[in-house]
Nanobody, 129 residues
Framework: EVQLVESGGGLVQPGGSLRLTCAASGFTFSTYAMGWVRQAPGKGLEWVSA????????RYADSVKGRFTISRDNGENTLYLQMISLKPEDTAVYYC??????????????????????RGQGTQVTVSS
């Protein structure tokens, strides 16, 4: 059974930083691209970032580019999202996602943003003074 468990959210002041963690289990972590999406209050899901199987390729939404960094540790089956220079508009529930396509190559491409099949339960990030 695929399980994705996010942690690391919380309340932070504007300009602050947080590091989100996603512990994955139930599948061979290193053979699937992973990502993050978020949902702000009253809004739909927004794709945030994705990383390929080998952690070599990354992609970001324009709204977070230069402030967020996605990474993964395949030995620990863990996905991360380092967030700096946080803004009030970053307030949302952040979800870890697993993409559908199996690819054992470390150089695999990043799938399209909506091509994920599992999402975790989410962790709340609130940016407010």
């Amino acid at each position: 059974e695929v399980q994705l468990v996010e942690s690391g959210g919380g309340l932070v002041q504007p300009g602050g930083s947080l590091r989100l963690t996603c512990a994955a289990s139930g599948f061979t972590f290193s053979t699937y691209a992973m990502g993050w999406v978020r949902q702000a209050p009253g809004k739909g899901l927004e794709w945030v970032s994705a990383i390929n199987t080998g952690g070599i390729r990354e992609r970001y939404a324009d709204s977070v580019k230069g402030r967020f960094t996605i990474s993964r540790d395949n030995g620990e089956n863990t996905l991360y999202l380092q967030m700096i220079s946080l803004k009030p508009e970053d307030t949302a529930v952040y979800y870890c996602t697993k993409y559908k396509r199996y690819d054992p190559s470390a150089w695999s491409p990043i799938p399209a943003p909506n091509e994920y099949d599992y999402r975790g339960q989410g962790t709340q990030v609130t940016v407010s003074s």
